[in-house]
């Protein structure tokens, strides 16, 4: 992890992904999911005091009736969104109009925060790569199913889309 430099919260967005009571509840690591969902507040209420824009995703699978209980996203997390998003893919990009939303707001800056680093975070940030967004990775604010995906998405894969910070060294100026 690198010292962050301020971020403009005019051209920054906040990204919180699939912080939803069923996955929250699942064994994590490297941090439990009430951890992740505390730190992804936190953020969260700091980018709104600043102005800057919080978008919320959660997922759904596609082609069932019904979806499986604690499917919507964690009340908190919802109350704090200016935005919520439903995904039916890993990433948070394909067929949300994610990038058309964050175009009309002028973001240029990613912040990312949400569950699993490695699934939903990481494809969604393989996404906002390939659309030209700046990167910026909370790392005490994600978790995955296992401290090695984690780690691998955080130590082998970010580095090379954008910047991996901690959430106490995160400044919107």
Do not use: C
Request: glycine residues 6%; aromatic residues 4%.
């Amino acid at each position: 992890m690198r010292p962050m430099t301020a971020l403009d919260p005019r051209s920054t967005a906040l990204v919180v992904i699939d912080l939803m009571d069923r996955i929250v509840a699942n064994p994590l690591a490297p941090r439990t999911g009430s951890e992740v969902v505390a730190t992804s507040l936190e953020l969260a209420r700091a980018f709104r005091a600043a102005g800057a824009p919080v978008v919320a995703v959660r997922v759904e699978r596609p082609g069932v009736a019904e979806q499986p209980p604690g499917s919507e996203l964690v009340a908190e997390v919802a109350a704090v969104a200016d935005e919520i998003l439903v995904k039916r893919t890993i990433g948070a990009f394909h067929g949300t109009g994610l990038h058309e939303l964050l175009q009309s707001r002028g973001v240029q800056t990613l912040v990312f925060t949400g569950i699993a680093t490695n699934l939903g975070v990481e494809s969604s940030a393989r996404a906002a790569s390939d659309h030209g967004y700046t990167l910026v990775f909370v790392e005490d604010a994600m978790a995955a199913l296992t401290a090695d995906e984690h780690r691998a998405s955080v130590e082998l894969d970010f580095p090379r889309l954008g910047d991996i910070v901690a959430a106490a060294d995160l400044r919107l100026v």
